[in-house]
Each structure stands twice: as structure tokens, then as C-alpha cells.
């Protein structure tokens, strides 16, 4: 938590001596965009199959998961163990993600589009990928 606050109170410092001012409101399609994409970014980091690399320093492999993902659990003690809960949680690592992603958003709201939407775009790819799946295993049933 002290990590968290820390970054949010760094990062509130440069954005005012930057001179940027907070918007009076985000858009519903902002936040849509910002929502789709901190819950596919979550996914990859704590769940996906491809970043079980990043994670094995503090996570036990479980078992599969649906999907191309994994299921893991902490391992070791002290900060390795609670860096291992941070990475097998999606619900907690959409806090990070989330506030680095409105962060961007806040300081150019091109860019912080360009990167949400390129996980906006494979939140609907992967749902796609679902419905396909699903689709197919009812066809044959």
C-alpha cells in the first residue's frame, strides 16, 4: 500500500509541475476504453500462459486454467510472497494497472488512448476467440 500511495503521490507532483491540470470528467468512451484495457492488461500480467516467466521469480506453477492461462500461487515469504499474491490476483493488479493507465491518460490523452486501445482491441479479440470456441464445441454437441 505504502508502494501504491508513493507512485500516486509522485506521480500527482510531476503532473502539477508539468502545469497539467485534472479534467473536469473522463468520457464514458474514455473510461469504457481505460476499463477494457486495464482488465486484458491484468489478464496477461497474472494469468497468461506468456508471462509465467515474469511471475516465476514469485509464483508456484497450480495448474491450467481455461484459455491460453495458468493458475499459480505465491511462493516464498516476506515481500517475495506478497509480490507473488500481486501477480496471481487480477482483481489487485487492475488497481496498479488501472492508475498507470488513467495516469498516462492524464498526461496525453493520445497516447494514453493509443495504449488502451491496443488492449481494448485484444479484449475483443479475446472474446471473439471465446465466442468462436464456443460456438464450435455447440455445433458438435
Known sequence: MAAYAGAVGAAAVLFRRAGRRVPQSVGAADITL????????????????????????????KEEAPGP??????????LRHGLGELLTCPFCTSQWVGTALMGLYLFDQP?????????????????LQYAETGLHELVEH
Do not use: H, Q
Open 34 to 61: 481505460l476499463g477494457a484495457a486495464t482488465f486484458k492488461l491484468s489478464r496477461l500480467l497474472t494469468r497468461a500462459r506468456v508471462t509465467s516467466l515474469l511471475r516465476f521469480p514469485f509464483t508456484r506453477y
Open 69 to 78: 492461462e495458468v493458475s499459480e500461487e505465491p511462493r516464498g515469504e516476506g
Open 111 to 127: 497516447l494514453g488512448r493509443a495504449v488502451a486501445s491496443l488492449f481494448g482491441v485484444l479484449t475483443v479479440s479475446d472474446a
